[in-house]
């Protein structure tokens, strides 16, 4: 038998011990203030758009407009590939099939933001991907000149033209041409007259890096300070997991150009998303990502971003074995035709993913953003006054693995509302949107200051309505 005093003595190493793990697993509780009294500037969700293309010449999303208008996106990007045939021969210019895809956009009450990725081969008569200036510079410029026009010319609205799309990587981007620092400088400068000379209001930009950090940024940066050459926006990529690392490209990009006093250009993320080659499978994880980079995009003050892509969609061989190597043509079918995808807010089959209502939501936070504030670094969320409806919104998520209690401070309430409250559901087996955006309860609330108490599982999106 034990002596007492040792025995009790290992009790207490024993308490000493379990109680700090017991206080680590409790869940740290997040408080966050909402101040219904404090706008804080205009939020202006439609920003945060999106983008879909360079797989097929066909609308790939042309029976889903209704579902996209929803989200009220105000661009949607758009890559102009060599499949559209623009340049069948010399100075003769086709349209036609690329005006299909703009007039999808346009119906969504979107503008496309137009990237110029293609290669005729009347102009780039070796298919090569190093090849990337064509072979008559005046040649290229009026296909450009002409291309403009006839958007400008049929009213369409166009305002931006983006000069390339992930120009530092080549085919392994979707493209035909992988650019070093000095030829883009020169293809970029060709371009953007072209397009300027066709529509004087115009916005140009580039160069759309799949890598933020290549040497084509600096390198341009510099050559449109020194010549003056328009450089209305900057755009690049990044696909990750990691809502912290999409606000570190955006830091970025400012610290750089801070060196170039001269040039003020919007700031562009125009293709972004999680990490493609180990996408997350907890079906929770993508809608709630999805609020969690926009939160830090819009905290960065981030000009517009495109989420890619609209919807997933296959792609034939035999429209790219026209314009890329054997070797390019083969990966773009093995990553489209093979690869599982998860990153379209529509599947192959055409089918809604979790991902869309998230749109759905955030696109019912635009107007005048309210003051929330939040004790935890799990916890965020936008609140924000609709005017024109007359009723306020409030829109919160746990971007982490662990269940976090909320206490709620609804501070300030202008009037008596009835409050509803609607939980994204990622997990339901049905995709129809009652299911999706479950209704929780309804409550009425007094004018003034109320205090609620919530749950937010793991990557849970929490939505009220005050109206």
Known sequence: MLPIIPLLFMLVLWVAAVEPAQAAAEPQPAVVNVSFAEPVGPLDMGRMALGQGGL????????????????????????????????????????????????????????????ICFKPRVLFPKIDQDVVEPVDYGQWEELIFNLVKHYRDRGAGIRYWEIGNEPDIGEDGGCPYRFRPDSYVRYYQRTAAAIRRADPQARV??????????????????????????????????????????????????QLLARYPTLKPELFLDEWNMDLMNPPRDPRFHPCYVAEAIWQMVEAGLDYSCYYHIRDYHVEQEQFVRFMSPQGTAFMARWWNRMPQYHGLFDYQNTVRPAYFTFKLLARM????????????????????????????????NFSTGTIPVQLHLNGLPKNVRMRHVVLDSAAANNEENSRLRFMTATNLSRGDHQLSTVLEPYAVHFWSFE
């Open 205 to 254: 930009g580039g160069p759309a890096l799949a890598n933020v950090r290549s040497p084509i940024l600096p390198s341009l940066l510099a050559h449109c300070q020194a010549q003056q050459t328009p450089l209305d926006f900057v755009s690049w990529h990044i696909y990750s997991s990691d809502p912290a690392q999409i606000r570190g490209t955006i830091q970025y990009v400012r």
């Open 56 to 115: 097929s010449p066909e609308p790939m999303w042309d029976d889903r407009i209704a579902e996209i208008r929803a989200l009220r996106p105000k661009l949607i990007r758009l890559f102009i590939q060599e499949y559209f045939d623009l340049l069948p021969a010399p100075a003769k210019y086709n349209f036609a099939q690329l005006d299909r895809s703009v007039d999808t956009i346009l119906r969504t009450g979107a503008k496309p933001l137009m990237c």
């Open 366 to 397: 635009s107007g005048q953003r309210l003051r929330l504030a939040s004790s935890h670094d799990s916890v965020h969320g936008f609140a924000a006054r609709d005017q024109q409806l007359q009723m306020d919104c409030l829109m919160l998520w």
